[in-house]
């Protein structure tokens, strides 16, 4: 994939309803070209000829005195901000290990 003119084209090739992407909590296709770049994901073309996005990831949990920390918001392409609650996750690349990633959880920037 060479740009996100490419990616559009195959998403829309596929059938993805693009309408709504980058709108409320929903990501940007500019976001989709990054996490590709970034080998933080990769694309399947299902049998049906749909797409599915594929992401490994690590989750920690992180407990003190009964009480959980918590992933509250992520913060989005153009500063918008996303409600979360989770667990801490973060993407792990094809180049590392899960106990890499896990400790880059706690990090600012991995």
């Known amino acids: 994939m060479t740009d996100e003119h490419h990616l559009k084209r195959l998403l829309e090739e596929a059938s ?3 309408s709504l992407w980058g709108i409320g909590k929903a990501k940007t ?3 989709l070209m990054n996490e590709l770049t970034a080998n933080d994901c990769y694309l399947v073309r299902e049998k049906d000829g749909g ?8 989750e920690m949990e992180l407990t003190f005195n009964k009480k959980v920390l918590v992933e509250t918001h992520q913060e989005l392409t153009g500063g ?3 409600q ?10 094809p180049d590392e290990t899960w106990q890499v990633r896990g400790s ?6 991995p």
């Open 104 to 109: 880059c959880c706690f990090l600012a920037n």
């Open 29 to 31: 296709i500019t976001d």
């Open 51 to 58: 797409l599915r996005r594929v992401v490994q990831y690590a």
């Open 16 to 18: 993805v309803d693009l």
């Open 84 to 93: 979360v609650f989770s667990m801490i996750t973060s993407k792990i690349r």
């Open 80 to 82: 918008r901000v996303r």
